[in-house]
């Protein structure tokens, strides 16, 4: 199982650790480096800063949201920083929520979303492999734009520049059955949002068949210290916000996701709590079990018997949320 940094998005401003911690996980050999977005920062730019201040270690975003470009401008950025970095880069894609699509992108959620990421994925493949020029008469995308108020001008082009790697790995955040199962038909890995080595049964459905070298990489907080339930304060305050806020109360993935892994009653419960404005209530409502299946979190000798179980399952990437260089280090050691 390799290991991999995820570094997440910016809150008020940017992390200041953030490129020593993905200097000393190259320092350590962990295999990647990860970030994200969600209204905010950007995943690309932040990964071009690393990239540029690291030699070995690979680039992934986890995950770039897809209502946020035009899957063509979503394959330039990825073609310029894999050339930029020397072949490292790794495109990670989510589809996001209604809340997030409509509330900060101003475009309509999909109504069929396994159409719309099979279609954004197919063109972003078309421009990396760069066989031909791009065409692709979809349902969510269209290339050329042929809609009603269309000039009639546009015709299909190829990217100027020659991609480094027509087979740039390409994964899927994915959370209900479908869109698991169809990540691992059209993808090359797939990034799960919350992984318990616990209840591998949740996903063993969607995940049959996979195919040769197939990337399972979910996130995990880690955090070594003394006192469990302490350590576990992030991780619930984490499961709050996405449980309760990332969605709307009719139509929460993150929701549905808890409710599938054996915790509907408690999702249900943290949802109403934040949706009423009682945050830290509903922090406080999340199971501790729950947070606790998902991290690794504990003194060493703890972390390295759960990490155990995380090795034995179909995991082939673990990627790591931790707070400091120290816990980096503890988790390298105990993975070699």
């Given amino acids: 199982m390799r290991l991999g940094l995820a570094l997440g998005y910016w809150g008020r401003g940017p992390d200041p650790r953030h490129l020593e911690l993905a200097q000393e996980a190259e320092r350590l050999g962990y295999d990647s480096v990860w970030t994200a977005e969600s209204w905010g920062s950007d995943a690309f730019t932040p990964l071009t ?16 949201q897809m209502a946020a470009r035009s899957p063509t401008t979503t394959a330039m950025h990825a073609l310029t920083l894999d050339h930029l ?3 490292r880069m790794m495109l990670g894609l989510g589809l996001s929520g209604p809340q997030v699509v409509e509330g900060w992108y101003g475009r309509p959620f999909p109504k069929s979303p396994l159409t719309a990421t099979r279609e954004y994925v197919d063109v972003v493949r078309q421009v990396l492999r760069r066989e031909g020029p791009v065409e692709m008469a979809g349902r969510f995308h269209a290339h050329p734009y042929r809609g009603e108020d269309a000039t009639g001008l546009g015709k299909p082009l190829k990217p100027i520049t020659h991609p480094l790697r027509p087979e740039l790995p390409i994964l899927l955040g994915a959370e209900g059955p479908k869109n698991i199962a169809q990540t691992t038909r059209i993808a090359d890995g797939w990034l799960p949002l919350y992984w318990s080595p616990t209840r591998t049964d949740a996903y063993e459905a969607a995940l049959t068949d996979l195919p040769e070298g197939f990337v399972i990489a979910p996130m995990a907080r880690v955090t070594v210290c003394d006192d469990v339930a302490e350590g576990l304060l992030p991780v619930k305050a984490m499961l709050g916000f996405y449980i309760g806020g990332m969605g709307h109360a009719k139509r929460n993935f993150h929701a549905d996701l808890m409710a599938r892994m054996g915790y509907a009653d408690e999702a249900r419960r943290v949802q109403e709590l934040f949706l009423a404005g009682r945050r830290e209530e509903a922090v406080l409502a999340v199971p501790d079990a729950f947070a606790d299946e998902i991290s690794l979190v504990g003194p060493r000798k703890r972390i390295a018997e759960r990490l155990e179980l995380w090795r034995k399952g179909p995991v082939t990437d673990l990627l790591v949320l931790a707070p400091d260089p120290h816990t980096l280090r503890v988790l390298a050691e105990l993975n070699s």
């Fill in 49 to 64: 800063w690393i990239a540029a201040h690291t030699s070995r270690i690979r680039l992934g975003t986890a995950i770039a």
């Fill in 85 to 87: 970095s020397g072949g």
